[in-house]
């Protein structure tokens, strides 16, 4: 919407300023400017058209970012600690896991993260996926999975000489595999 509304706006006034251009050109030396009389419609609608386009613009984009930042109900909460080099997944059962999380194919998946140490950043390229996890504070991310299989996990934001080793894996898997992986305390084997 942005995109055209800008081609049309550049191209409209490109148009207009090569017409007028031609248009009112000084042809000789003893041209004077005509006189300019005012139009009040003309001030209003270049300033009202604007305006209601921007505030189409803001509310679009604000219910867009609403729906990108919020996580839908219900969703799995995870609680995630980072620390160097490592991430700690908790679920909402007390199952507590390093390294590698699991979540379920086409579920929303909560995550809620705070470091122990400095700033790292929770990233998973192909949920397309960034969020900066801060000390002493918490930050808040969701996705859906649609595609079992497993993720790359890393660390985006430089912790320190251990921060190449800071990866892990995302496992999707489908709801009653994850069920029964949790079940085990997290301590089933993953790879399965």
């Not at 509304?5 to 009112?24: A, E, N, Q, W």
């Amino acid at each position: 919407f942005i995109y055209w509304i800008c081609v049309i706006f550049f191209g409209l006034i490109v148009t207009l300023m090569t017409i007028f251009l031609i248009r009112y050109r000084r042809r000789s030396e003893q041209d004077t400017t005509p006189r300019i009389i005012h139009s009040t419609l003309l001030e209003v609608g270049w300033t009202i058209v604007p305006l209601l386009l921007t505030v189409v613009m803001f509310f679009w984009g604000f219910d867009r970012y609403m729906k990108m930042r919020v996580s839908p109900r219900p969703a799995m909460e995870i609680q995630v600690t980072a620390q160097r080099w490592v991430w700690t997944f908790t679920y909402s059962d007390g199952t507590v896991v390093k390294t590698n999380i699991a979540v379920p194919v086409g579920e929303p998946v909560r995550l809620i993260m705070t470091s122990k140490d400095v700033i790292h950043s929770f990233f998973v390229p192909a949920f397309r996926q960034k969020q900066d996890v801060l000390p002493n504070r918490y930050t808040t991310t969701w996705f859906q999975a649609t595609k079992v299989g497993d993720y790359p996990l890393f660390c985006a934001e430089y912790c320190g000489q251990g921060h190449s080793a800071m990866l892990g894996t995302v496992r999707v898997m489908e709801r009653d595999k994850l069920s029964e992986w949790l079940s085990t305390g997290g301590l089933g084997d993953l790879s399965k």
